[in-house]
């Protein structure tokens, strides 16, 4: 029977691979099931108007993924529909780390057992995350990218659907209307988190930001934020961009973005015979498991990444199609 199937030739996404989403989707909506037979080869490429090649690598595709199965001189069989139900999600990061560790878990377990997620990382390289995102083009249901990039993306996510792409923990503001995002606003965050914390930020002499931006993505709106608050606030400030242990003065605050300068603070301190909290100030950015213990609590500006997965698993559930803005606190501990 025909499949009515359509290839769009205008689409970024490979006619073989547009084949392969159609045929998943009728098997996903029981309108063919186990045992129902597609068209042979030549019969599809005669429905589409497509070459041998397309619909050739389309059922390849299929058997690989366990959907159908070919029987020698029969013909293709659906195999496995409920395979076929599975959504497909492509989860780009840009590396694994603790508050990562603590997002991915949040949004597996608020997704669900109904849908299949692959998870990739482009280790802060821009020409990998393009190549990644190029590769994975049809191949999946749902695409939720981290943007970790002080600068436009726009151009690769343009070749994602937009109803298929869900942008998480950064927003790229050129990406408008219709684009679904669940993001931190870092410049606010960072505004109000240190205002929060204003009285304790007082009894030092100068708070130093610290930013370490190898194998690190520093959002400009954390220097934006960071500066914003020094300046409206007369507080006496330093923007440093490493961290040695002459650098660490008593009398001073750290605010710090990655947890080597977080370490090299807390054996500083222990090394000099300091007290944290007293002699020496310790702000940390994005709050883990291992920062409510360390050297009995460190004081934290993050946003709710437990929530920003339950959040990105909603919105990919319900279609919800807006952007979000996940709620950022300072969490205080003992350190400042």
């Not at 959504?87 to 780009?92: A, I, P």
Request: charge should be positive; aromatic fraction near 10%; glycine fraction near 8%.
């Amino acid at each position: 029977m025909p499949l009515n199937i359509r290839i769009d030739k205008n689409s970024p996404v490979p006619k073989y691979l547009q084949v392969v989403d159609a045929i998943t989707g009728l098997v996903a909506g029981k309108v063919l099931v186990r045992g129902s037979r597609l068209p042979t080869i030549n019969e599809l490429c005669k429905e589409l108007g497509v070459g041998r090649v397309t619909v050739v690598n389309a059922y390849e595709e299929l058997k690989k993924r366990d959907i159908i199965n070919a029987t020698q001189g029969k013909g293709f069989y659906v195999k496995n529909p409920s395979i076929a139900g599975l959504r497909r999600v492509f989860l780009l990061f840009d590396a694994m780390n603790g508050y990562k560790e603590v997002l991915y878990r949040s949004f597996v377990q608020a997704l669900g057992p109904k849908y299949n997620i692959s998870i990739y990382f482009f280790y802060y390289n821009y020409q990998e995350f393009c190549r990644m995102i190029n590769a994975s083009l049809g191949h999946y249901d749902h695409y939720v990218v981290l943007p970790h990039f002080n600068f436009d993306v726009s151009r690769p996510l343009l070749n994602i659907p937009r109803e298929k792409l869900l942008m998480m923990d950064n927003d790229v503001a050129t990406l408008k209307e219709g684009y679904a995002a669940v993001y931190q606003s870092f410049h606010k965050d960072i505004f109000n988190g240190l205002s929060s914390g204003l009285h304790l930020i007082r009894k030092y002499s100068r708070i130093n930001l610290v930013l370490q931006h190898r194998f690190q993505f520093i959002p400009t709106g954390i220097i934006e934020g960071f500066m914003e608050f020094c300046k409206l606030l007369d507080i006496s400030y330093n923007v440093l961009e490493s961290l040695s242990p002459e650098l660490i003065r008593k009398g001073e605050v750290y605010f710090v973005i990655s947890d080597i300068d977080l370490i090299t603070v807390v054996r500083n301190v222990k090394d000099n015979g300091l007290i944290l909290g007293k002699d020496i100030g310790l702000i940390s950015f994005d709050d883990t498991p291992l920062k409510t213990v360390l050297a009995n609590g460190i004081t934290t500006i993050s946003t709710d990444f437990t929530q920003m997965g339950k959040t990105a698993a909603q919105m990919i559930r319900k279609g919800i199609y807006e952007k979000v803005e996940n709620p950022s606190q300072l969490i205080m501990r003992g350190s400042v």
